[in-house]
DNA sequence: CAAAAATGTAATATATAGTTTACATAAAGT
DNA sequence: ACTTTATGTAAACTATATATTACATTTTTG
């Protein structure tokens, strides 16, 4: 299943790049988060849900079953 | 303004050392999250929400001004 | 197809989240 | 007042998020 956030950015129309500089972090770690390959922090969660114009719970809360 | 994980903890009736050992963590870090002393990680934000029954959002997205 | 742009990935380095141990203070109970 | 129980705090340690650099692969566009 896709990333939330790759949607999202997707959605925005930004690269990798593009997001990771408007947020102040790194292409890379955009990429791992996106392939949910790791563990980010609440601020760059907050950052990012920004960014992207959505809410921690859009990008990180897992749907309900 | 007193801190939203605190509120829902007491709401719960649980202490620090009740509330850290249901999610695995040490009570320091709880007391740390409670005064905003520091940038917990998505996964434990996501494991404290469950444990109190609330979202991201309820305890760590800020509130509309 | 060829060139450019976007993304994957890996090694090494650094900052900081979270642990452990320990003690001090505050709050609650008897 | 005394004794528990809960919380604050601090130093030293460990694990891991994130940066940096670099190159490989995939996707897009002319």
């Given at each position: 299943m896709v990333n939330k956030v790759k949607i999202a950015r997707i959605e925005k129309d930004l690269t990798q790049a593009q997001l990771a500089q408007k947020i102040g972090v790194t292409?890379?770690?955009i990429g791992l988060i996106e392939k949910n390959e790791y563990?980010?922090?609440?601020q760059l969660c907050v950052a990012i849900a920004k960014t992207?114009?959505?809410t921690l719970n859009d990008l990180f809360w897992e749907d309900e079953k």
């Open positions: 292409r890379q770690t563990n980010p922090s609440l992207l114009d959505k």
